[in-house]
């Protein structure tokens, strides 16, 4: 059993940033695909970022491509998400998930992430 926590969350004014961190449980976390997902009042929980278990691997939405960074260190078994250029639109409780572990496909879909942290708030003012 996986447990995900994570921090980093706030209020930030539109175009600074903020780094999200997430610590995991798992002493094996390496085998385990990272991701990062985010819902906004009244909205579905949808996709923000994936990364491969090295992490050398990443796909982002399309919303956030070029301001939005995933990386992970699996000596620390954390996953980080560096978030650039913010916006309002980026309002949001952003959680951390993790796969089943040794699963190899990168899937962008909620359903597909089995181990889930409790989020964190990010709060854009324009």
């Known amino acids: 059993q996986v447990q995900l926590v994570e921090s980093g969350g706030g209020l930030v004014q539109a175009g600074g940033s903020l780094r999200l961190s997430c610590a995991a449980s798992?002493?094996?976390?390496?085998?385990?695909?990272m991701g990062w997902f985010r819902q906004a009042p009244g909205k579905e929980r949808q996709f923000v970022a994936i990364?491969?278990?090295?992490?050398?691997?990443?796909y982002y939405d399309d919303s956030v491509k070029g301001r939005f960074t995933i990386s992970r260190d699996n000596a620390k078994t954390a996953v980080y998400l560096q978030m650039n250029g913010l916006k309002p639109e980026d309002t949001a409780i952003y959680y951390c998930a993790a796969s089943q572990p040794y699963r190899t496909t990168m899937s962008k879909q909620v359903r597909d992430y089995h181990y889930w942290g409790q989020g964190t708030q990010v709060t854009v003012s324009s």
């Open positions: 798992e002493r094996t976390f390496s085998v385990y695909v």
């Open positions: 990364t491969n278990w090295r992490g050398s691997t990443s």
